[in-house]
């Protein structure tokens, strides 16, 4: 198993990690159900927690794959761009779920305020991780990037760079 392949295998986890977290809060939410919501609490500090190992294989992967006919390194580079903004947004959201978790547990009267914001954060943080998703599958899914159309390509490389014919 090369760096590509674990990376793959791990940037999906904090991605739908932090999807499944939402639809559990909002269900804790409609159910009015303190353990639904704390453990969507919890799903949200793993989904931090994977983001880790997923940044870190990045570079690995993107190693392996750079020489690829087809990939374009400012593709790469913008992902790698986004990667590191949703480490940190997903990290603080790992955070503020401890936090929630710590005045849910204290019986805390800031608890559901806490709550609401951290339902705010993941549905901000989910937005943002698709960004970074559908960026990372652009650089080797030719057919999710602008510009693709149903008999092929207009313009298989994008960011700038030039193919041969140019």
Not at 27 to 49: H, P, Y
């Amino acid at each position: 198993m090369n760096q590509a392949h674990l990376h793959l295998l791990l940037n999906h986890l904090p991605i739908l990690g932090t999807l499944f977290g939402i639809l559990i809060l909002a269900s804790g939410f409609l159910l009015k159900n303190n353990t639904v919501k704390r453990t969507a609490l919890g799903i949200f500090v793993l989904s931090a927690l994977c983001a880790i190992p997923a940044y870190l294989t990045g570079e690995g992967a993107e190693e392996v794959v750079e020489s690829l006919p087809g990939v374009s390194e400012n593709l790469m580079e913008a992902h790698e761009e986004l990667a590191n903004i949703f480490l940190w947004m997903v990290g603080a959201l790992g955070l503020l779920s401890l936090a929630t978790f710590y005045a849910d547990f204290k019986s805390k009267t800031i608890a559901s305020t806490l709550y609401a914001l951290t339902f705010v954060a993941a549905i901000g943080t989910m937005v943002f991780a698709q960004r970074v998703g559908t960026s990372g599958g652009e650089i080797r899914h030719t057919e999710i990037r602008s510009g693709a159309t149903a008999a092929g390509l207009e313009n298989p490389v994008k960011g700038g760079e030039k193919d041969d014919d140019d």
